[in-house]
């Protein structure tokens, strides 16, 4: 599909149908949806495309689709549907079960995936004392564990409760695909090696070591997909802005020491700043260079 621009690929066809009538009641913009096969799974997975010709509404296509996925069950999407006309006829194909595993396995980029699965997996070893994992992970104690290099990284993928695992999974998995998708896996990777690093330094000088987890990294991925949208929305990696500001609210509730909370609220401020910082660097440079071409 030449001179189209694929804004996702999903195996629930209905969950795209209802974005396809909000998109045409609100644009006039007609979405396409073409079957594509999996040599994973059987079962059938979609993509959606913008057609060359409403190439203009890209950007609002890729924010409309961001907000959607966040509130998808949202009355103004349904009120689209039936306002359109369309949806009796349209899910007649799309009584195929929802499939998680699918969908991470057509939308997740390599990185993220092994980021996700590499994070899982010392999760799982973290449960048998018998592996030490935290004592071989944790930032550095002493000089002598300076030599140990991946401690300045490491920490990240530590968690110490089966909710902050899975709440991190989820913005790295929802940020870091996007990043990687437009940018590539080694933007991603910097925006990891440096927040996760950074991060540990501040919180270590704060806290002392023994710390973990990936919400540095993820309050990084937040902060870099803001400012991006909102400085170079054509690049398609979005975030709304009152995740952000949800997400600065709770970083300033984690540094009221009155609620005595146990949050390494120091690799979230960093990871923030980090975030904010590159994605700034990389569109002030993206921006001078077309000037100059």
Same mark, same amino acid.
């Given at each position: 599909?030449?001179?189209?621009?694929?804004?996702?690929?999903?195996?629930?066809?209905?969950?795209?149908?209802?974005?396809?009538?909000?998109i045409?009641?609100?644009?006039?913009?007609?979405?396409?949806?073409k079957?594509?096969?999996?040599?994973?799974?059987?079962?059938?997975?979609?993509?959606?495309?913008?057609?060359?010709?409403?190439?203009?509404?890209?950007?609002?296509?890729?924010?409309?689709?961001?907000?959607?996925?966040?509130?998808?069950?949202?009355?103004?999407?349904?009120?689209?549907?039936?306002?359109?006309?369309?949806?009796?006829?349209?899910?007649?194909k799309?009584? *195929?079960?929802?499939? !998680?595993? %699918?969908? +991470?396995?057509?939308?997740?980029?390599? /990185? =993220?995936?092994?980021?996700?699965?590499?994070?899982?997996?010392?999760?799982i070893?973290?449960?048998?004392?018998?592996?030490?994992?935290?004592?071989?992970?944790?930032?550095?104690?002493s000089?002598?564990?300076?030599?140990?290099?991946?401690?300045?990284?490491s920490?990240?993928?530590?968690?110490?409760?089966?909710?902050?695992?899975?709440?991190n999974?989820?913005?790295?998995?929802?940020?870091?695909?996007q990043?990687?998708l437009?940018?590539?896996?080694?933007?991603?990777l *910097?925006?990891?090696? !440096?927040? %996760?690093? +950074?991060?540990?330094?501040g919180?270590? /000088? =704060?806290?002392?070591?023994?710390?973990?987890?990936?919400s540095?990294?993820?309050?990084?991925?937040?902060?870099?997909c803001?400012?991006?949208?909102?400085?170079?929305?054509?690049?398609?990696?979005?975030?709304?802005?009152?995740?952000?500001?949800?997400?600065?609210?709770?970083?300033?509730?984690?540094?009221?020491?009155?609620?005595?909370?146990?949050l390494?609220?120091t690799?979230?401020?960093?990871g923030?700043?980090?975030?904010?910082?590159?994605?700034?660097?990389?569109?002030?440079?993206?921006?001078?260079?077309?000037?100059?071409?």
């Amino acid at each position: 599909m030449q001179g189209h621009i694929c804004v996702c690929v999903s195996s629930n066809q209905r969950f795209l149908l209802i974005f396809v009538d909000y998109i045409l009641r609100e644009y006039e913009v007609q979405l396409q949806i073409k079957q594509v096969n999996d040599a994973f799974s059987s079962e059938a997975n979609f993509e959606l495309w913008l057609p060359a010709q409403f190439a203009q509404f890209e950007e609002q296509v890729i924010n409309a689709f961001t907000e959607y996925q966040l509130a998808p069950t949202h009355q103004k999407y349904l009120l689209a549907s039936w306002g359109v006309g369309k949806t009796g006829h349209q899910f007649v194909k799309s009584q *195929s079960k929802y499939s !998680l595993i %699918a969908d +991470l396995k057509m939308q997740a980029r390599p /990185l =993220t995936l092994a980021l996700l699965m590499l994070t899982v997996s010392i999760y799982i070893l973290q449960q048998f004392e018998f592996f030490n994992i935290n004592s071989l992970l944790f930032y550095p104690e002493s000089n002598a564990q300076y030599s140990e290099f991946w401690r300045f990284i490491s920490h990240a993928f530590l968690h110490f409760s089966l909710l902050h695992l899975v709440v991190n999974l989820m913005w790295l998995w929802y940020l870091g695909n996007q990043v990687e998708l437009r940018l590539g896996a080694l933007k991603l990777l *910097s925006i990891f090696i !440096l927040s %996760a690093a +950074l991060g540990g330094y501040g919180q270590n /000088l =704060t806290t002392g070591p023994y710390f973990g987890g990936l919400s540095g990294v993820v309050y990084a991925l937040t902060g870099f997909c803001w400012l991006y949208g909102v400085m170079a929305p054509n690049k398609r990696i979005h975030l709304p802005t009152p995740i952000l500001v949800f997400s600065v609210i709770w970083l300033l509730i984690g540094n009221a020491t009155f609620l005595n909370l146990s949050l390494a609220n120091t690799v979230h401020v960093v990871g923030l700043a980090v975030g904010l910082f590159m994605a700034f660097i990389d569109i002030l440079w993206m921006k001078r260079y077309q000037q100059k071409s």
